[in-house]
Nanobody, 123 residues
Framework: QVQLVESGGGLVQPGGSLRLSCAAS????????MGWFRQAPGKEREFVAR????????YYADSVKGRFSISRDNANNTVYLQMNSLKPEDTAVYYC????????????????WGKGTLVTVSS
């Protein structure tokens, strides 16, 4: 099993940047694919980005492509989400996700979740 704890959320103005971190417990972090999802008020949880176990493969939702970047540091059991050019519609609770083979695009298929960190984009 793996336990996930997100950090780095907060209030940012439109056009600004934030970097989210997800710290994972356990000695098998490098064997997990990792990802980020988000959930805005009144909406379903949606896929944002994912990264393979070794960082060699990444994939992004169209809505964040070119603005967000996912990366991981297996030595420190951490995955990151760098968010640039933030928009008000990026406002949501951001969740870290993990799975053994690959992080699904559907939140229903995810086995491991963090508790989330709130990102608010507003002037």
């Amino acid at each position: 099993q793996v336990q996930l704890v997100e950090s780095g959320g907060g209030l940012v103005q439109p056009g600004g940047s934030l970097r989210l971190s997800c710290a994972a417990s356990g000695r098998t972090f490098s064997s997990y694919a990792m990802g980020w999802f988000r959930q805005a008020p009144g909406k379903e949880r949606e896929f944002v980005a994912r990264i393979s176990w070794n960082g060699g493969s990444t994939y992004y939702a169209d809505s964040v492509k070119g603005r967000f970047s996912i990366s991981r540091d297996n030595a420190n059991n951490t995955v990151y989400l760098q968010m640039n050019s933030l928009k008000p519609e990026d406002t949501a609770v951001y969740y870290c996700a993990a799975d053994r083979l690959r992080v699904s695009l559907s939140s229903r298929d995810i086995n491991y979740w963090g508790k989330g960190t709130l990102v608010t984009v507003s002037s």
